[in-house]
């Protein structure tokens, strides 16, 4: 691994801004509603030895099929490769095959200053497949949120694969293949600082339930 | 660093007074504005940091007539909050010789320089508890990320700085900034402490000199009360005891080179209602009231005495961390030019 891909600034004074709320209603990217007919949909994977970004809950990967077991070990016990899509289409080359999720994810770490749970390469992944029928929180464009209310389940969202958030449908970038169930403005939300390599929480922030 | 007792050319007959002028340093009030009034005395002499879990919750629920399966959940949250601590430590090393010419002085010297010892540790405690021992990593009150910042605004005639601000509105400014802290918390209505620390030159005279003038019309403390006692009644007719107190250092610390003063409220009351609370997450224990941590290995310095040829060397040592607002909402910095 070249450059760290998990940010650790191991000095820093931290302190939460947000432990007082008026109401906690919300969701958290990243994590599905409790489901007992559709939990065992969750799965485990691995991230790319290549990947040079973390990748945390409420990201749309790419997956690979598991190399053959052989006389070297038996990589399909890891589940498979995954990586950070950057292509709606799943029949295209790092198309979204899958959603990375929070849920049950513990040995995804978190550092002083970057308080998403992330994992780096290497590290175990836990996702859920598109089509799974499972219902997750993504985030969303902040300026989507009040014009999807109303609208149809089945409108056209895209997925901005920048600030890894649903945006507004554009034909390039394609319709995203999900069916958005409900919308909050007062949900945490992932950012990421692309210069620092944090990735914290947006405790206020647009986030919508999506069935994949 | 040396002892200097020197001999000294005198008249005979004379008398010497027994007792001596020591220089008095400020007791700074800083300890006040930490949970509990001071150190939270609990970390190890080698622990390298403090961490402090935290939990969050974002909740939902479904409503219908009729019950139907697909129902939404709620997410816990676990994360962490962390700041470095610091082993503080000081050197005095003297012979039989040193003691007997500090006698010479009625000057007992190891204890005055257990207390010098001291006196640098308690110090620097309380630079670290204000200023940080690094400030560049978000150490020290007044460094908290997030913390409300306040400007004293100019008062109806145009004044601006402490001297010759009208003494009502300047009350009525600090009441504010009390009900603001409160609104934040969620702590409307429930008494807590509020500590106001800051310079002597900046709250005695609240204190003392700023009596509410009189105006055309009535208002709370004209010509009878001090803008201080206007902001102790008022806030404490509500159950909130506001308490000042005092720290020089605080001198042009402010913006723009104001003087500095913090308005803390130090502990958080997690408040509660009988019945249907909408709090009830936070009922969960164990729960941290605080808002302002400063920790320590001991309440005072360990001296390490060891003997050393001709001599003793005694360090003092004391494990702390620099002053910690756990929650930013509980700090206000306010810049109040004098």
């Known amino acids: ?212 | 660093m040396a002892l200097i007792a020197p001999a000294r050319a005198l008249v005979h007959p004379s008398f010497i007074e027994p007792e001596l002028i020591i220089t008095t340093s400020q007791p700074s009030g800083f300890m006040e504005a930490f949970a509990g009034g001071g150190l939270r005395v609990k970390i190890g002499p080698a622990d390298k940091f403090v961490y402090v879990n935290r939990m969050d919750v974002r909740t939902q629920v479904a409503a219908q007539q009729a019950s139907a399966n697909l129902l939404p959940s709620a997410t816990i949250l676990l994360d962490y909050l962390q700041t470095a601590t610091y082993l503080v430590r000081t050197r005095a090393e003297y012979s039989d010789l040193d003691t007997m010419d500090a006698g010479e002085w009625n000057v007992a010297l190891p204890a005055a320089y257990r207390l010098a010892s001291r006196q640098g540790i308690f110090q620097y405690i309380r630079t670290a508890a204000l200023f940080g021992v690094n400030a560049s990593n978000s150490e020290g009150l007044l460094n908290t990320p997030g913390a409300t910042v306040v400007n004293l605004p100019p008062d109806i005639y145009g004044d601006t700085t402490m001297r010759t601000y009208d003494s009502g509105q300047l009350a009525l400014f600090f009441l504010l900034q009390i009900q603001n802290a409160m609104t934040r918390m969620f702590m409307a209505g429930v008494p807590n402490r509020i500590v106001i620390l800051g310079p002597q030159r900046i709250l005695l005279q609240a204190q003392m000199t700023n009596i509410v003038q009189t105006t055309s019309y009535q208002r709370q403390g004209a010509g009878t009360a001090t803008t201080a006692q206007v902001i102790k009644e008022v806030a404490g007719q509500f159950g909130y005891e506001v308490e000042f107190a005092f720290d020089d250092t605080l001198i042009g610390a402010g913006a723009a080179g104001a003087d500095a003063v913090l308005l803390v409220v130090p502990e958080a009351i997690i408040a509660s209602t009988p019945g249907v609370n909408t709090n009830e997450f936070a009922t969960l224990s164990p729960t941290l009231q605080a808002n302002t941590l400063q920790y320590a290995d001991m309440a005072a310095p360990v001296e390490v005495t060891t003997p050393i040829v001709e001599g003793l060397d005694v360090t003092s040592r004391m494990r702390i961390s620099s002053g910690w607002c756990i929650r930013s909402q509980a700090i206000t910095v306010l810049s109040i030019p004098y």
Request: charged share 5%.
């Open chain 1, 1 to 212: 691994m070249a450059t760290p891909v998990i940010s650790f600034n191991p000095m820093q004074t931290t302190s939460t801004q947000t432990s007082f709320l008026l109401s906690s209603d919300g969701y958290v990217q990243g994590t599905f509603f409790d489901d007992p007919a559709i939990r065992y949909q969750l799965e485990g994977g691995v991230l790319s030895a290549s990947a040079t970004l973390p990748v945390w809950g409420g990201i749309p990967l790419s997956l690979a099929v598991p190399a053959i077991n052989g006389t070297s070990g038996q990589p399909t016990a890891l589940g498979s490769t995954v990586s950070i899509a950057t292509t709606t289409a799943a029949s295209q080359s790092g198309g979204i095959h899958a959603w990375s999720l929070f849920n049950q994810a513990s040995a995804m770490i978190i550092t002083p200053g970057s308080g998403v749970p992330v994992a780096g390469p290497g590290m175990s992944v836990n996702f859920a497949r598109a089509g799974s029928g499972l219902r997750i929180a993504l985030q969303l464009d902040a300026g989507l949120a009040n014009s999807i209310v109303g609208g149809a389940p089945t409108q056209q969202v895209s997925w901005d694969f920048t600030n890894q958030a649903i945006t507004t449908y554009s034909a390039g970038l394609g319709a995203l293949p999900i069916i958005i169930e409900s919308v909050s403005t007062t949900s945490r939300v992932v950012t990421y600082n692309s210069t620092t390599g944090a990735v914290t929480w947006n405790t206020q922030g647009p986030c919508a339930i999506v069935r994949i």
